[in-house]
């Protein structure tokens, strides 16, 4: 087994009818900070959503409002930034991560304060990421918080921490696959290539999800030297 094997990010979801929300973070080819956000869903309650961008922060909306159930996991704004920070997740805990980094306080010290979805038996993890820019380069880190078994007893905190390495990224997802209950998400964030085109890498990420569960998707590609960036968002319901 190859540890340092970088897939294709088909290669890794394509089959596979659900793997929930992931999470991509990494470098393009020429150095652009790259972040990407998807979310899938089965209930009807989960798939009446949509993402929308409003001054460059990206959120979860429902598509139908007068058919929301419960929004109370699935409404949240998912990318964010403060100052040099850019910051996405699948949760409300994006804005956990903001307040602390307002108030001086660190990414994985900011998630200490948070669990796993209470949304039993399944006790989704809550996954995020934070991209840091600095004198013209960047850092990335990715987080998971999981129930540390199957009753959700208590939470275990895994942290990742990563250059940018040109070409390359990290993906982590919510579940392993489809199941009832859902399989949680195991092991290290996914090592994934980073084409150089950002419509070549959300064309490829919206194609390999399974097309009856994937809902929407947000891709940015960020010049850490003038903090410019390209997006694409595709939502399922037009």
């Known amino acids: 087994m190859n540890v340092y094997q970088i897939n294709d990010f088909s290669a890794l979801v394509s089959g596979n009818p659900y793997v929930g929300r992931g999470i991509v973070a990494g470098t393009s080819?020429?150095?652009r900070a790259v972040s990407a956000y998807f979310i899938m869903g089965r209930s009807a309650n989960s798939r009446n959503r949509v993402f929308s961008v409003k001054n460059g922060e990206v959120f979860t909306e429902?598509?139908?409002p007068s058919k929301v159930q419960d929004p109370s996991l699935i409404i949240y704004a998912a990318l964010r930034s403060y100052e040099n920070d850019l910051v996405f997740t699948n949760g409300d805990q994006t804005d956990t991560v903001i307040r602390g980094l307002q108030d001086g306080t660190d990414f994985f010290t900011s998630l200490q304060t948070r669990?796993?979805?209470?949304?039993?038996p399944n006790f989704t993890p809550r996954i995020s990421a934070r991209i840091h820019f600095?004198?013209?380069a960047f850092t990335y880190d990715l987080s998971i918080l999981k129930s540390v078994d199957e009753q959700g007893g208590a939470t275990a905190r895994y942290g990742f921490s990563y250059p940018a390495v040109p070409g390359?990224?990290?993906f982590i997802h919510t579940y392993v696959g489809d199941g009832d209950p859902l399989p949680s998400?195991?092991?290290e964030p996914e090592r994934v290539k980073i084409p150089a085109s950002i419509d070549a890498f959300t064309d490829e990420i919206w194609g390999s999800l399974n097309a009856d569960n994937r809902i929407s998707l947000y891709v940015r590609y960020t010049d850490p030297a003038t903090a410019a960036y390209e997006e694409r968002l595709i939502n399922q319901n037009k």
Do not use: K, R
């Open 29 to 31: 080819p020429d150095g």
């Open 62 to 64: 429902p598509f139908d």
């Open 115 to 120: 669990d796993f979805e209470p949304d039993a």
């Open 134 to 136: 600095a004198n013209g």
């Open 168 to 170: 390359l990224g990290h």
């Open 185 to 187: 998400f195991q092991g």
